[in-house]
């Protein structure tokens, strides 16, 4: 008897915890990626490079974040000290592995385990890549998820721009289409200052970096895929992308396909 009612109070305590679980109110510039947690997202595409030690023949790499955020360089096969920015899934540890085989991403490695330059060349860290549930929550669930994203131009990229939960400077159209006729249009002219506007209050712009099969790029521009940390069956994994209007599929983990880091906050 004793035991039954230490167990009724054991499981009571534990729902009243969960009844407990406060919802979180979003700081400026970020993005709720559930109801108890935010991130921001990194100033740019994760970019790449490698280079061969003198000494010992090995290769080393080097992160780096987009000089800007419609900044991609859809590259097909990267070379001794080419940045590229299509990954394989999960190639934190190796970023240029280019096997045709699914048995070869067997392991998930985040990008962000590993020092990450910034656009003005200052090391950073703490950075991880979003699972699907999470993307799904920022494109679907948050509170006007449907208000505060639109496909947009930039610069004439297409991609689709991600407004914080705060924002406050004015709605935004929000139609999808393939061609991204029905879209915002934003310039970095000096003299047109919305995207300064824009980046200052949060906003957040994933070009159409393409995507990558085997050594050869296509896609370009057209529309994006960006892989989340999430795997589907032995040679699959998640990713969310956008065209019509966006996309949660599985790819093969070979495929090349972009890479938006987040940090908690």
């Not at 990008?111 to 990450?116: A, D, E, L, S």
């Amino acid at each position: 008897m004793m035991k039954h009612k230490l167990f009724l109070f054991l499981a009571a305590a534990s729902l009243a915890l969960v009844g407990c679980e406060k919802a979180i109110t979003p700081s400026p510039g970020c993005f709720t990626i559930s109801k108890t947690q935010q991130v921001k997202f990194a100033p740019g595409n994760l970019q790449a490079v490698f280079n061969i030690n003198p000494a010992t023949g090995a290769k080393e790499y080097t992160y780096s974040f987009a000089s800007k955020q419609w900044e991609c360089l859809g590259r097909s096969k990267p070379f001794v000290g080419e940045a590229f920015d299509l990954f394989g899934w999960g190639t934190g540890d190796e970023p240029d592995r280019v096997v045709d085989s699914g048995a070869a991403y067997r392991t998930f490695v985040d990008w962000g385990n590993y020092t990450i330059r910034d656009p003005q060349g200052k090391p950073t860290s703490g950075w991880r890549t979003l699972s699907y549930e999470e993307w799904n929550y920022v494109i679907n669930e948050r509170p006007n998820a449907a208000k505060l994203r639109c496909a947009a131009q930039i610069d004439g990229t297409p991609g689709m721009l991600l407004l914080p939960d705060t924002w406050s400077l004015g709605d935004v159209r929000h139609a999808f289409t393939n061609n991204y006729s029905d879209t915002i249009f934003l310039t970095t002219d000096p003299n047109n200052t919305d995207w300064q506007k824009f980046e200052e209050a949060g906003a957040v712009f994933l070009p159409a970096a393409g995507v990558r099969a085997g050594q050869k790029c296509y896609g370009y521009q057209n529309f994006g895929r960006y892989w989340t940390s999430t795997d589907n069956i032995m040679t699959a994994a998640f990713f969310f992308g956008f065209m019509n209007p966006t996309e949660y599929q599985t790819g093969l983990r070979q495929w090349g396909f972009a890479v938006r880091l987040a940090k908690d906050q």
